[in-house]
């Protein structure tokens, strides 16, 4: 298995309407993209106050699962929509799990 | 279930010898914490220039089991040990999942 992980801090002008339209659009993406395995993600509970606010976590079979996952433009879309101009940092590591 | 998602960028000081010791010494705590119901963790495969190094994603049955974890004297033995001062950035986030 081939793991993704990212999280995010949203830009100050983000809106709890624009974090739930942002997770609606996220779970459009499974039915769209057949090299995922599962989709995880949500809202930080605001448990620590230094935690960042969203975390999606995504399984492949492989590597190329996950760079078709990337690349797709359904994908793009939604990052480009909802997160690239939206997040104030962000954070990613890939693993292979065994 | 209730997740936890940590990532750490380490220090510059951090060695390969290091990260296996840690990802060693995270192995250990599944045995250790009861509340522990899964425990992934692993280094970056190095797909991405701008990603961190290491991410674990720990799941609870609720947020108590969490709170059990986090403040576990084994887990905190670990954190002492092999990331407090060993990463330069660390970003979590805790959520629900359905």
Avoid: E
């Avoid at 298995?1 to 002008?13: E, G, K, N, S, Y």
């Avoid at 395995?37 to 079979?61: C, E, I, K, M, Q």
């Amino acid at each position: 298995m081939f793991r993704h992980v990212v999280m995010f801090i949203w830009a100050d002008d983000v809106d709890d309407d624009h974090i739930a339209a942002a997770g609606h659009a996220l779970d459009t993406l499974p039915a769209k993209i057949d090299t995922i395995r599962s989709y995880v993600h949500g809202r930080d509970a605001g448990l620590g106050p230094t935690n960042a606010n969203y975390v999606l976590v995504a399984d492949f079979d492989d590597v190329d699962g996950f760079a078709t996952y990337r690349d797709h433009p359904d994908h793009v879309a939604v990052v480009r929509q909802y997160f690239a101009k939206h997040t104030a940092q962000r954070m990613a590591v890939q693993h292979h799990v065994d």
